[in-house]
């Protein structure tokens, strides 16, 4: 049983940063922060394959967010910069405690957080 708990979201103005944190327990595989924004569809914005460090992100977040993690706390991270309106969304940490291959697609994935309101906007 994974247990994951979300933190940092808020409001911040376009340009701005925010760090998001999620506290994990458990074994997990890959661990992954996804979004969700009214009316639209929950897609995948960073991936993390626990056992080596790799990363993953979307291209809508390229060059922007880095997620990484620091095992001796159990946590994950998402640092985001320079952060756009279209960023607003309700962010999840999820975790899933298998190899997959479709890394970024939320049905892979078998545990998730509360979720984390981040709101971009001047």
């Known amino acids: 049983q994974v247990q994951l708990q979300e933190s940092g979201g808020g409001l911040v103005q376009p340009g701005g940063s925010l760090r998001l944190s999620c506290a994990a327990s458990?074994?997990?595989?890959?661990m992954g922060w996804f979004r969700q924004a009214p009316g639209k569809e929950r897609e995948g914005v960073a991936v993390?394959?626990?056992?080596?460090?790799?990363?993953a992100y979307a291209d809508s977040v390229k060059g922007r967010f880095t997620i990484s993690q620091d095992n001796a706390k159990n946590t994950l991270y998402l640092q985001m910069n320079s952060l756009k309106p279209e960023d607003t969304a309700m962010y999840y940490c999820?975790?899933?405690?298998?190899?997959?291959?479709?890394?970024?697609?939320?049905?892979?994935?078998?545990?998730w957080g509360q979720g984390t309101q981040v709101t971009v906007s001047s």
């Open positions: 999820a975790a899933v405690t298998r190899l997959i291959l479709a890394i970024f697609q939320p049905y892979e994935y078998n545990y």
């Open positions: 993390i394959y626990i056992a080596d460090g790799s990363t």
């Open positions: 458990g074994y997990t595989y890959y």
